[in-house]
Each structure stands twice: as structure tokens, then as C-alpha cells.
């Protein structure tokens, strides 16, 4: 179908968002589901294209804690030197219909969510969340991580697939919609989230007999354990719709939004795969004792997919208990913030009610026109990594993307539509 205006496409798009239908069908290991993993040494990342050289240092270090993880190398060194030869392919994780937290590395034996957009059809994938303190998404590689990696492998995944096939599909929209009623936004705040989860996935668990009864409380007590399991499969689940919403390749709303640590990087759904980047900012925000902004990674990670989706911080009014932590300053702070989300936004999406917003629903459709119109950048809640590999989360806080980004992409679609400069 043909547009007539850019605003009608644009609204075409939203309606797409708002009619995404995803649900979480299974857990699988990777290379059964990304044919690519299954060409030889295959990583996945976070972010737009980037070379192993131009990785910052945490990513780096998930980079070796993978190569470890697959057994293509049996010492970090060696790791290390496989990597710096280009003896590995690096490849997007939104290039393959994924999407990965922090430096996102995913290789071919990690259990990924698998998660279907019953709209359109389309799936997406995403790494199961490792927990807290020493995990690979902040780029560390010890025996620890690796054996944690292993027993989600082994364990965790198995389980919880043979469990959603005990409990059936799981509609994701109907968690959402009820724990944004509960204080989460999704992106820093999962709690609710991950506990609806458990709750619902509980009885399956308790049921299988083919599952020995260590395995099922080590599984039951990682979950009730990691606040921020949700945060994966709303990850994916946002993949996906937007994935189905630029389906329809016209207009300007904004259909990714992603780092590594070195550029940030957007899609609009008129520019189809295009990336369209600018450099990192690092965030700002509270940071865990005996840490400051000297000590942060660069901003990095597909987490935004939720934010391009319209929660994390476009609807950080959602969630009060998580302002201070990310240094928003408090309840007026936040509902300035996504009150000023809707002037780049066109639209609510009415599946989900914000009750501390007057039950508006969430801000939906990032147009980049808006952006560049107004110089107003999208609000992305984010864990702040220590700039070294394998120290982890230092602090939470907010970052934006460089207005390089929509700049360009208002641009390259201006000229598409026979615009001069």
C-alpha cells in the first residue's frame, strides 16, 4: 500500500505496534532458530556493526567469555588471540532477529526465548537474564560465569521449555498490561514483571515428572532470585512487534534503537535495515559506592527496543520506585520526562494504561521528524557497566541518543521521497 502523506504512514505504523500480538512460545539453544550461528565461529552483538578493535573493553571480555563458553579456545588468552585474528564472525544481533542486553554477545549453545508476533507472524529471539553480579552481558568470563552459562544450558532452559509446553504459550501483552499496573517500566524495573512470570510458570514446573526435583528447585529459586528476568523476554517481545511494525516500510517512526559501547544506532521504518549512527553518550545517574562517572562503560546494549516500544524511560512515569534509583530525582521528575515523551511520540497505545498517568497509555511511535524538530531525545533507562571487562554493573541512570542519528535519517529519507538538498 501506498501512503499519501508521511503522517498517514506514520499512523499505519503505530497501528501495527498497537496491534502486535507476541507471545512466548519456547526456550531453545540459539543455532536451532539464527541460521547463521550455525556457520562456523558466529557471535552475536549488541548494536549496530562494529569490529572487534573497536569494542569496548566489557564486550570484549563477553566476547571471550563466549569463545570459553563454546570451547573454541580453552584460556582467556587464547580467546583473546582467536578474536584479534578475525578468526570469529561478529554479526547484529537485530541483523538476525535478535536482540541481547549490554554487550549482547550470543552464541550458538545459549538458550535464547523465543518469542512470536501472532499479528504478523515474525519471531524474535533474546538471551535469558544471568542474574546479578559476575555475568558476560558486563563482560565477565571467569570459570563462575561460564559454569552459570553451562547450567543455564543444561538446566534452566530445558526446564522452562518443557514447562511452557505443559503450561501453553504464553500471551506477553497480558503481563504487561497488568504489571505496568504494578510499578514496572520494564527496562530498569522488571520486578513485578519477573514475578508474574514465576507465578505463572510455577504450577508447569511442579508438574514435570521427566525433571529431577534438584533441578526444579534450582530453576524455582534462580527465578524468584533475578528481579530483571522479565526484561529479556520484554526485550524480545518488543523485537518482534516492532520487527512486524516495519513491515511497512514508509515514514519516519522509529524502529530500533541500539548501542555497542561505540555507536549508537537507529532504524526508521521508511529506511528499511538502514542504520543510521552517531557516537555513544555515557549515562548519567546514581552510582553504587566508591564508583563515579570515571569509572562507566560507554552506553551499550538493544535493551532500548524497549524504550522504542514506548516503556523503559518513555514511560518512566510507570514506575516511581525506580526514579531515584536511576537518578530521575523523583515523581514530578518522571511525569516531566514522559509528559515530554509524547511531543516526539504520536500516539498512546491504549493495551497498556499507566494508572499513575491518569491511565494514559504508554507514549507510542518515536517520530525522528519530532526529534530533530524539537532537539527532544528519547529517554533510555540503563545499568551503567564499569568500563572494565568482567566488574559489572557500577550504577543506574538515564542516556540519550546523539541527535546525529535522526538527523540523518530524516535526511536519507527526505532524499528518497526526491527532496534535494
Known sequence: ???????????????????????????????????????????????????YEQMVDPIQGACIGAVL???????????????????????????????????????????????????DGNRAYCTMNEGIGAVLRFGANSEEVINRLRWMRDTLAPTLSKAIKVRGEMNINVLVAKCIAMGDE??????????????????????????????????????ADTDQFFLNIMMAAAKSVMDGARMIQEG???????????????????????????????????????????????????????????????????APAVTRFVGSGGFYDALNTSNEM??????????????????????????ARKVVETGILPVINTGIANKQAGKGQIGAGTVTPPIDCFEKAVLAYAKKLGFKD
Not at 498497537?18 to 539464527?34: K, M, N, Q, R, S
Open 1 to 51: 500500500m501506498v501512503y499519501q502523506t508521511i503522517d498517514e504512514a506514520n499512523q499505519a505504523v503505530v497501528s501495527k505496534i498497537i496491534a502486535g500480538a507476541p507471545y512466548l512460545l519456547d526456550v531453545v539453544p540459539a543455532h536451532t532458530v539464527i541460521e547463521e550461528l550455525n556457520e562456523g565461529k558466529v557471535l552475536l552483538h549488541a548494536g549496530p556493526p562494529i569490529q
Open 69 to 119: 563458553f563454546e570451547e573454541w579456545a580453552q584460556t582467556p588468552e587464547d580467546a583473546r588471540a582467536l578474536l584479534e585474528a578475525g578468526e570469529v564472525t561478529l554479526i547484529p544481533c537485530h541483523h538476525v532477529d535478535a536482540v541481547g542486553p549490554m554487550g549482547g554477545i550470543t552464541s550458538a549453545h545459549m538458550p535464547v526465548l523465543v518469542v512470536e508476533n501472532k499479528t
Open 342 to 367: 509524547t511531543e516526539i511520540t504520536i500516539d498512546h497505545n491504549p493495551n497498556f494504561p499507566v494508572p499513575t498517568w491518569d491511565f494514559q497509555g504508554i507514549p507510542i511511535g518515536i517520530d
Open 186 to 223: 520494564f527496562h530498569q524495573r522488571n520486578i513485578a514483571g519477573s514475578l508474574a512470570f514465576l507465578k505463572e510458570m510455577a504450577p508447569s514446573i511442579v508438574k514435570l515428572t521427566d525433571v529431577e526435583q534438584t533441578a526444579k528447585e534450582e530453576v524455582m529459586q534462580f527465578l
Open 252 to 318: 519516519t517512526i522509529v524502529t530500533a534503537m541500539c548501542r555497542n559501547g561505540y555507536e549508537f544506532g537507529i532504524r526508521i521504518a521508511g529506511m528499511g535495515d538502514e542504520w543510521f549512527t552517531g557516537p555513544v553518550n555515557t549515562p548519567k545517574g546514581l552510582y553504587f559506592s566508591g564508583f563515579s562517572e570515571e569509572d562507566a562503560a560507554p552506553d551499550m546494549g538493544d535493551s532500548a527496543i524497549t524504550e522504542t516500544y514506548g516503556v523503559g524511560g518513555m514511560s518512566m512515569i510507570a
